[in-house]
């Protein structure tokens, strides 16, 4: 059987073969959904995350002629067998009792912990999907070092998985919080400000002045806290507390729908601690603020 891109024909023999561990499991992607097994209705939040999404090697020879690639992901993570991140080119029809979920869903029904491990498959299957020819010279790249490089073969150019960093910042200022709503459709939470550290800054540099862009005031006493994978498709996120330092507020239109400083007392609707890094920095502040009143 064929993979259906005739232009890089993968046997099931080679397919299989590359997954030497007979314990190894898979985790299956199509399109911008994970394939999770099917459960009873009402047992979807009762049961493990990670119960539902390894599927075993096994499945590969149902599902070889739909497979677009196979990428190893880390033994790591807490795992006894090899990971595998599947990417299929259709939908086999063979595979049933499924259950296909966003991965942004998964992580808002399941929190980060349970999240990870798709998070860190969907980054290596976006990176595939996104650098399928070169940038340099238009050739079609072909997987190489099983599938972790790719590499093209008309200008020897080798693509790593790229990752994009960001910084996400809390501005503070004794009791008060610095919080904005984002101007794009659908957001309904106030959070922290956040935005792409631009070629040539530091991350402090990129604090300062996305919060200068975005608000309108000056920040000091930027300091790191924690980071966090953001795999929507590939960032990762830095995380800073700064202290207010002058200026008024003056929320960009074009990036908030509102900005505003909220007591430490009296937040709106935020991030969840569970979800992301920003709702970490906010409940970690505004935690130990209270604490000492
Ligand atoms: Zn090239």
């Not at 063979?94 to 929190?111: I, K």
Request: glycine fraction near 6%.
């Amino acid at each position: 059987m064929t993979i259906p891109d005739g232009e890089n024909t993968v046997t099931q023999s080679i397919l299989t073969s590359r997954v030497c561990d007979p314990d190894a499991v898979m985790l299956i992607f199509y399109q911008n959904t994970v394939v999770l097994k099917a459960l009873p209705r009402g047992e979807e939040f009762d049961t493990p995350v990670t119960d539902t999404m390894f599927w075993p090697v096994s499945v590969l020879a149902e599902i070889d002629s739909y497979v677009e690639t196979l990428i190893p992901i880390d033994v790591a993570l807490g795992s006894k067998n090899s990971i595998y991140a599947v990417l299929l080119a259709m939908w086999p029809e063979t595979l049933t009792d499924t259950h296909a979920v966003a991965t942004r869903q998964l992580l808002m029904e399941r929190g980060f912990e349970a999240f990870s491990l798709v998070g860190r498959a969907s980054q290596w299957i976006n990176w595939y999907r996104f650098h399928r020819f070169c940038g340099a010279c238009g050739c079609k790249n072909e997987a190489i070092r099983n599938g972790a490089l790719l590499f093209c073969p008309g200008c020897e150019t080798e693509y790593y998985p790229r990752i994009n960093p960001c910084i996400i910042v809390l501005v503070t200022d004794a009791n008060r919080v610095l919080l904005a709503r984002s101007n794009r459709r659908g957001a309904a939470f106030f959070s922290c400000l956040a935005g792409f550290i631009e070629p040539g800054e530091t991350a402090e540099e990129a604090v300062a002045r996305e919060v200068y862009e975005e608000a309108g005031i000056q920040v000091t006493n930027i300091r790191y806290v924690k980071s966090q994978p953001w795999p929507f498709p590939s960032q990762l996120m830095l995380g800073f507390y700064a202290d207010y330092a002058g200026g008024n507020l003056n929320p960009c239109p074009e990036e908030l729908a509102e900005a505003g400083w909220f007591d430490v007392h009296s937040l709106p609707t935020v991030p969840s601690p569970t979800i992301s890094v920003a709702g970490q920095l906010i409940e970690e502040y505004c935690r130990l603020k209270i604490h000492k009143d």
